[in-house]
Structures are given as C-alpha cells and as structure tokens.
C-alpha cells in the first residue's frame, strides 16, 4: 500500500488536481486515496506527467484548473444520477443518438465540461485507468502506420498512439466539433502539431473512406453512444487491413447523459463483435463493483469492457 501522504511532496502537480477536486466534493478524497492507495510506481509516474502536462499546457491558468476539478466533479454526479435512475427504471434515460447529439454533441458547454472530467476519469476511475493500460500494453507489441480513431473525445488514447508510433498517418473523425477541438487542445499540450493529424467531422456511418485503409483502429468508448452498433462494427471491419487490429472498449449497464445502446450482457457485446466478422484475441470485462459475476446481470452493475480484435 502506498503512503499518498508521502506522495505529496514527490507528486506535486498530481496532487494539485487531487486537491481541488477534493476541496470541492470531501467525498472524493475518499474514493481517489482508496485507489490511489493501492497502486504503484508506474502509476504514479503516469498520473504525474500528465498532470504536469494538464496544468501547465492544456489548462489555462488557474481558474481553468478549478473549472476542470469542477468539470470532474459534476460529471461524477452526472454518472450517479443517471445510476440511481437506471436502478429503478431498467432502462436508459435516452434511446436515441439524435437526441443525445442535440443534448451533449452540439452543445459546447455541456460537451467541455463532460469531455475534460473524462479525461480525468483515467487518473481516478480503476476501470477507466485499466484500460487505459490494456492499450498501453498491446502498442507496446506492435508497430502503427495508418491508424483510425473514431470519435476520439478527449483524445487521450490519441496520444498514446502517437507517443508510441510518432510517425504515423492518423486519422480523427468526431461528430463534435467540440471534442475535436479539446482533441487538438491536448495534443497541442503534448507538443504534437495537429496539423499532422485528419481531423473529420462527420458521422461515421457516412464515411467513404478506402477499404483496408488502416492498420490500427481505437474505438473507445462510441458504440454505446449510437444507433447502429452493428453498423458501426461493419464499417470498422471494411477499414481494417487484413492485418490490422481494433482496440474497442464499451460497456454493460452503464447509463450516461449521452449512453444509447444498451447492451446488457457482455456476451451481447462479444456476439456483436463475431457478427460483424471479427474475432476477440483479447478481452477483459470488469465490474464498477464488487459484486460476484453470476450476480452482475441481476443487480444491473455496470461493467466495462475492451478488447483487441482482428479480422476472421
């Protein structure tokens, strides 16, 4: 177990962004030292470097530090809310990707704020710094030429390919033009020209892009926010080189603002996956909580899943 006490003089701007989320919500010093507590050196650097990036690149000033604890902060309470909902209903506040573009897409506060603390969630949340990890892990064992992201949001994982492959051909497509524009933010701060990067603003389904045009595809985080998920894992695979490999993550009872498709099993994810012609290498689901696997499906606990995939 780690000292954080200890930690605080040797992780300085971590623990800035810890303290003013903490200052505003007590209760989340609980929640962030319970699992901060628990981890290890790697962690620690990682959680450092890139709050050092965050307060002195990305984050304006100071006040634009409280604005993002703030962001943090509410979008925590946003998840709770929609939590404590979907317990009693059973069923996602919204059924439609129109809508939810309306509500939280096109709408530039709403999106900032949701897209900064969920760039946050990856220094505080186990699962979300899991998978975090996950895809750290397998660029380690691979080399990127063309890469795809789809719907990149805060563009974290956007990052972390390119510090990997810093010389290949990416390509963003987002149907936010404000989380494009927070994805040339962060970049920027990670001293990478978005300039080298396509960046294109359009629904996915509507793309025309080249067959097998991509070596390496991320979607992190995007099915459960449309439509047409099966439609979403079709198009993936008639871009996906027959080498190729998508890192995919998504989840299971787990409602959000802007969550659609509600998938309620991860066996329904893992089906969709094979139906649209691709097989699991590896994957990885696990619980919000600490409840037993034969008890997930009846107490709705949230999992979140991801994987690696490639062609049949």
Request: hydrophobic residues 40%; contains cysteine.
């Amino acid at each position: 177990m780690t000292d954080v006490a200890y930690k605080c003089d040797a992780y300085p701007e971590f623990m800035k962004i810890v303290d003013l989320i903490s200052t505003q919500n007590p209760l989340q010093r609980r929640r962030i030292n319970a699992f901060i507590s628990q981890q290890d050196t790697d962690y620690w650097t990682f959680a450092e470097q890139l709050c050092r990036t965050l307060n002195h690149s990305f984050f304006q000033g100071d006040q634009e530090r409280v604005e993002a604890a703030r962001a943090y902060n509410r979008m925590c309470m946003d998840f709770v809310r929609e939590q404590i909902r979907f317990r009693k209903t059973g069923v996602y506040r919204l059924d439609d990707a129109y809508v939810a573009h309306e509500e939280v897409y096109s709408q530039p506060d709403v999106m900032r704020y949701y897209m900064v603390g969920l760039l946050l969630s990856y220094l505080f949340w186990p699962n979300h710094y899991a998978m975090l990890c996950f895809l750290r892990d397998h660029l380690q064992q691979i080399s990127i030429n063309r890469y795809l992201e789809i719907a990149p949001g805060h563009g974290l994982f956007t990052v972390q390919a390119i510090k990997h492959s810093p010389d290949l051909e990416a390509t963003l497509v987002d149907i936010s033009e404000v989380s494009i524009e927070v994805v040339r933010e962060l970049l920027t701060a990670f001293q990478i020209d978005p300039a080298r990067i396509r960046f294109i603003h359009s629904d996915f389904l509507d793309l025309s892009l080249e067959s097998d045009s991509f070596d390496f595809i991320s979607m992190g985080e995007v099915i459960e926010h449309v439509n047409d998920a099966p439609g979403f894992m079709k198009q993936a695979h008639r871009l996906l080189q027959p080498s190729g490999a998508i890192f995919l993550t998504t989840c299971a009872n787990c409602p959000s603002i802007d969550h659609v498709y509600h998938f309620h099993t991860v066996d329904e994810i893992r089906t969709l996956i094979r139906d649209a012609g691709l097989s699991i290498v590896r994957d990885v689901a696990l619980p919000a909580e600490d409840v037993p696997v034969d008890r997930w499906q009846e107490e709705l606990v949230t999992i979140n899943y991801f994987a690696i995939l490639t062609k049949e």
